[in-house]
């Protein structure tokens, strides 16, 4: 029952806060993930995510440092997004200035930033102020401890990355669909991948602390091929998307609030994974059962 | 090889387009070595020359879609960037992944997108283009078509539609008739032929050396260096064409090309 209430919003003001908040960046993610997977870089957020990690826990320990508890949101979001610009920076240049193809460049920035990371928490367990930092919780994100200017940092965070893909939607999707006809009508190609990523940027660092980095990629990509399966047109995926990751945050908020200790990004990812495997069995064109139909009718008038 | 004489006759400022010792390399290996060029306005010129002569190359490199070694680039007498608007590029079909979710209409307006910038809707009059656009081109029945169920002409026609939409004066097209039917050719070929007429300059590279006296007035012929260029009638001939292709053309090939002139 206690999870109802969640879903209704009766489970108090905090958890009704929460999910509220995990709808709008659900909502954010599936539209920048439109964009992101249409520009087929989604490997490339998955690495942007993990290189979060060591910036999460230099923030803690400077702000430790400087006599704090270590734990304000908005500290530790911004060491995150430093690291990650850091991590995307370094893909960049091996891509750029070496022989390295793209996609080991970006093997070996997640795999050293999430390691660095990971050694860095470890160290942070062991110190006194570390205990009770909940730290681990930006792996796989929770809602446990959230505060109300934590979720209303979320909510407004998507709201401003939402409107941001929406006044870039036009020039994304030609850089998606023609990166030369972008490039000749005047557009500067890498000045807007740039925007990409940062939009990228924005929903992963907005939403570590709720779904955290191993599964936000997750978030990003499955809401927006679930909206391709049911529409045609990109400007009307971005709505789509939006609307499944929204579903997915919330629900995911709210059952993680009404059953202790389960960590929401794995819920979340879970409830978009069930929608996408449902519309890929009855999407109208795309679907599996859809063309299986138009084989047999095409057996039968033929045959 | 000729000595560059069109470009002391035609001022930059009197052509669409001069390119002058453009120069590409993509790594360390040169594509394009400084080639001089000056488009005739309100002419149809053919880019000619055997596959890797950086033809495509150049005319990416003249629109800054991929960076120049060296050179530089005036459109009616201005800069590039001052006269972008000016231009309308067609990329090769098989660029672009034609599975995107996109109608035929939706590529069209992409045309228009620096027009109708960023937050703007389409006016009823910007639509009325769109369609019309799709008409010029015989394609106005597949305007809510999903891209990806269009045939390779098809493609080719909503891609010259695009370019129609921009309204622009001076057209840029990469192999347009690559891998389309007769009749599409045709058609694409009319449309070139009738944006001439409106006083518009086209310059198209151009594989098919059997066609170039029917469809173009003037060719420039390169193989990485520029070879010659200037008008059909006397420049795409013999001498030139075994230059640009070090002699590999057949004398069977050659002597049909010369028959038609």
């Given at each position: 029952?206690?999870?109802?209430?969640?879903?209704s919003?009766?489970a108090?003001?905090?958890?009704?806060?929460?999910?509220?908040?995990?709808?709008?960046?659900?909502?954010?993610?599936?539209?920048?993930?439109?964009?992101?997977?249409?520009?087929?870089?989604?490997?490339?957020?998955?690495?942007?995510?993990?290189?979060?990690?060591?910036?999460?826990?230099?923030?803690?320990?400077?702000?430790?440092?400087?006599?704090?508890?270590?734990?304000?949101?908005i500290?530790?979001?911004?060491?995150?997004?430093?690291?990650?610009?850091l991590?995307?920076?370094?893909?960049?240049?091996?891509?750029?200035?070496?022989?390295?193809?793209?996609?080991?460049?970006?093997g070996?920035?997640?795999?050293?930033?999430?390691?660095?990371?990971?050694?860095?928490?470890?160290?942070?367990?062991?110190?006194?102020?570390?205990?009770?930092?909940?730290?681990?919780?930006?792996?796989?994100?929770?809602?446990?401890?959230?505060?109300?200017?934590?979720?209303?940092?979320?909510?407004?965070?998507?709201?401003?990355?939402?409107?941001?893909?929406?006044?870039?939607?036009r020039?994304?999707?030609?850089?998606?669909?023609?990166?030369?006809?972008?490039?000749?009508?005047?557009?500067?190609?890498?000045?807007?991948?740039?925007?990409?990523?940062?939009?990228?940027?924005?929903?992963?660092?907005?939403?570590?602390?709720?779904?955290?980095?191993?599964?936000?990629?997750?978030l990003?990509?499955?809401?927006?091929?679930?909206?391709?399966?049911?529409?045609?047109?990109?400007?009307?995926?971005?709505?789509?998307?939006?609307?499944?990751?929204?579903l997915?945050?919330?629900?995911?908020?709210?059952?993680?609030?009404?059953?202790?200790?389960?960590?929401?990004?794995?819920?979340?990812?879970?409830?978009?994974?069930?929608?996408?495997?449902v519309?890929?069995?009855?999407?109208?064109?795309?679907?599996?059962?859809?063309?299986?139909?138009?084989r047999?009718?095409?057996?039968?008038?033929?045959? | 090889?000729?000595?560059?004489?069109?470009?002391?006759?035609?001022?930059?400022?009197?052509?669409?387009?001069?390119?002058?010792?453009?120069?590409?390399?993509?790594g360390?290996?040169?594509v394009?070595l400084?080639?001089?060029?000056?488009?005739?306005?309100?002419?149809m010129t053919?880019?000619?020359?055997?596959?890797?002569?950086?033809?495509?190359?150049?005319?990416?490199?003249?629109?800054?879609?991929?960076?120049?070694?060296?050179?530089?680039?005036?459109?009616?007498g201005?800069?590039?960037?001052?006269?972008?608007?000016?231009?309308?590029?067609?990329?090769?079909?098989?660029?672009?992944?034609w599975?995107?979710?996109?109608?035929?209409?939706?590529?069209?307006?992409?045309?228009m997108?620096?027009?109708?910038?960023?937050?703007?809707?389409?006016?009823?009059?910007?639509?009325?283009?769109?369609?019309?656009?799709?008409?010029?081109?015989?394609?106005?029945?597949?305007?809510?078509?999903?891209?990806?169920?269009?045939s390779?002409?098809?493609?080719?026609?909503?891609?010259?539609?695009?370019?129609?939409?921009?309204a622009?004066?001076?057209?840029?097209l990469?192999?347009?008739?690559?891998?389309?039917?007769?009749?599409?050719?045709?058609?694409?070929?009319?449309?070139?032929?009738?944006?001439?007429?409106?006083?518009?300059t086209?310059?198209?590279?151009?594989?098919?050396?059997?066609?170039v006296?029917d469809?173009?007035?003037?060719?420039l012929?390169?193989?990485?260096?520029?070879?010659?260029m200037?008008?059909v009638?006397t420049?795409?001939?013999?001498?030139?064409?075994?230059?640009?292709?070090?002699?590999?053309?057949?004398?069977?090939?050659?002597?049909?090309?010369?028959?038609?002139?």
């Amino acid at each position: 029952m206690s999870f109802l209430a969640a879903l209704s919003l009766q489970a108090g003001y905090n958890a009704a806060l929460v999910a509220v908040g995990a709808a709008m960046l659900g909502f954010a993610a599936g539209a920048v993930g439109t964009f992101l997977t249409l520009r087929k870089r989604a490997l490339v957020a998955d690495a942007l995510a993990h290189a979060t990690l060591p910036g999460v826990a230099l923030a803690f320990l400077a702000m430790v440092a400087l006599g704090g508890d270590g734990r304000s949101l908005i500290g530790l979001l911004a060491g995150s997004a430093l690291s990650a610009g850091l991590g995307l920076w370094l893909i960049e240049a091996m891509a750029r200035r070496t022989r390295l193809p793209e996609d080991a460049a970006i093997g070996a920035v997640l795999s050293v930033f999430f390691g660095a990371g990971v050694v860095l928490l470890t160290v942070i367990q062991t110190l006194s102020a570390g205990r009770q930092a909940g730290l681990e919780g930006f792996l796989l994100g929770s809602t446990a401890g959230m505060l109300w200017q934590d979720a209303v940092v979320i909510a407004a965070g998507g709201a401003v990355a939402l409107c941001a893909t929406y006044v870039l939607r036009r020039p994304l999707q030609l850089l998606a669909f023609d990166p030369q006809q972008a490039a000749a009508l005047g557009y500067d190609l890498r000045r807007l991948d740039l925007a990409l990523m940062a939009l990228v940027m924005a929903v992963t660092v907005i939403g570590l602390k709720l779904v955290g980095l191993v599964l936000i990629v997750a978030l990003l990509i499955i809401p927006a091929v679930t909206a391709r399966l049911w529409s045609n047109r990109s400007g009307r995926m971005i709505w789509l998307a939006g609307g499944i990751g929204a579903l997915s945050a919330y629900v995911g908020a709210a059952l993680s609030a009404s059953v202790a200790d389960v960590p929401t990004g794995p819920i979340m990812v879970l409830i978009a994974a069930a929608v996408f495997a449902v519309s890929l069995l009855v999407a109208p064109q795309r679907g599996i059962l859809a063309g299986a139909i138009r084989r047999a009718r095409l057996r039968r008038d033929w045959a | 090889m000729d000595t560059g004489v069109g470009l002391a006759v035609l001022k930059p400022a009197d052509s669409p387009l001069t390119l002058t010792g453009i120069t590409v390399a993509y790594g360390e290996k040169p594509v394009v070595l400084a080639v001089d060029a000056a488009f005739e306005p309100r002419a149809m010129t053919a880019i000619i020359g055997p596959n890797g002569a950086g033809k495509s190359t150049l005319l990416k490199a003249a629109l800054g879609i991929v960076p120049r070694l060296a050179g530089a680039v005036t459109v009616f007498g201005q800069p590039l960037a001052a006269a972008r608007s000016r231009i309308a590029y067609v990329p090769q079909r098989a660029s672009v992944d034609w599975d995107f979710p996109a109608t035929v209409l939706d590529v069209v307006r992409m045309g228009m997108y620096r027009q109708v910038g960023l937050l703007r809707r389409f006016t009823p009059a910007q639509k009325a283009r769109t369609r019309a656009c799709l008409d010029r081109v015989g394609m106005e029945a597949f305007a809510d078509r999903q891209i990806g169920q269009l045939s390779g002409g098809q493609q080719q026609r909503v891609f010259l539609a695009r370019a129609l939409a921009q309204a622009a004066d001076l057209y840029l097209l990469d192999e347009p008739f690559a891998g389309v039917d007769a009749a599409t050719e045709r058609a694409l070929v009319d449309v070139l032929k009738t944006l001439k007429a409106e006083g518009r300059t086209i310059v198209a590279v151009h594989h098919d050396l059997a066609t170039v006296r029917d469809y173009f007035d003037e060719v420039l012929l390169i193989n990485q260096r520029r070879i010659a260029m200037g008008p059909v009638g006397t420049t795409f001939n013999r001498v030139n064409l075994q230059t640009t292709y070090g002699g590999r053309l057949g004398a069977a090939q050659v002597a049909e090309i010369e028959a038609q002139a």
